[in-house]
């Protein structure tokens, strides 16, 4: 199994709701990581988990909120956002923390109203 | 921070040609990585160059990287309408993980 599961592909929210991204690999991955991509971009790391632990952050304001529940799950949590937050949201994992390959997953797509 | 430059930014070119794009880069690596990205979705891991290789192929892609010009070229050979895509160079920029530079946008006229 070498997919990286995300969920919901698309998410349409306003900026009063609570709501929140999934991301699951069965690789035994030991690093997670979630990207945020504008549209025309490069991918822009936020967030970066380390054998479940937060290793990496990425200045993000703190209406993004992760969660690392085990070694095979990620959830971005996601509160009071503003339309600019509109993007597409990339998890991925690698073996071991900053090196080798990145999985990602397909995305979600978030809109923002 | 961006450690990947792409160039050139968008390529068009006809079914059966030769697609090349390059990539610079600021600091020291250990390794360079290429992805493709379908149009709105992932990003697919396409090779990894290590710092001590000069040149890696895989299938129809050829990568080659030069350290003392901190560069590094992606050549895809005869190449086919669903090689459309953008195309990222990445590289660990000291002990952080993967930053990507702006990409490539291939489209490929069939």
């Known amino acids: 199994d070498t997919e990286v599961t995300q969920t919901p592909k698309h998410l349409v929210m306003g900026m009063t709701n609570k709501k929140s991204l999934k991301c699951e690999q069965h690789?035994?991955?030991?690093?997670m990581y979630w990207y945020k991509q504008k549209a025309k971009k490069p991918p822009e790391l936020m967030f970066v988990?380390?054998?479940?632990?937060?290793?990496i952050n990425e200045s993000v304001p703190s209406r993004f909120s992760p969660e690392c529940p085990n070694s095979s799950l990620l959830n971005l949590h996601l509160h009071a956002l503003q339309p600019e937050d509109s993007a597409l949201y990339l998890c991925?994992?690698?073996?071991?923390?900053?090196?080798?390959?990145?999985?990602f997953g397909e995305g979600s797509r978030l809109t923002v109203l | 921070s961006q450690q990947g430059e792409e160039d050139p930014q968008a390529l068009s070119i006809q079914e059966g040609e030769n697609a090349t794009m390059n990539c610079s880069y600021k600091t020291s690596i250990n390794n360079l990585q290429w992805y493709r990205q379908n149009s709105g979705r992932g990003l697919v891991h396409l090779i990894l160059?290590?710092?001590?290789?000069r040149e890696k192929h895989s299938g129809r892609l050829r990568v080659t990287l030069d350290t003392s010009k901190k560069s590094s070229s992606l050549l895809i050979t005869a190449s086919r309408a669903a090689d459309t895509a953008s195309y990222f160079c990445a590289t660990p920029e000291g002990n952080t993980p993967l930053v990507f530079g702006k990409g490539t946008r291939l489209s490929v006229i069939a």
């Open positions: 690789m035994g991955h030991r690093a």
């Open positions: 160059i290590r710092s001590n290789e």
């Open positions: 991925a994992s690698s073996q071991a923390p900053y090196t080798g390959e990145l999985f």
């Open positions: 988990y380390s054998y479940e632990k937060l290793s």
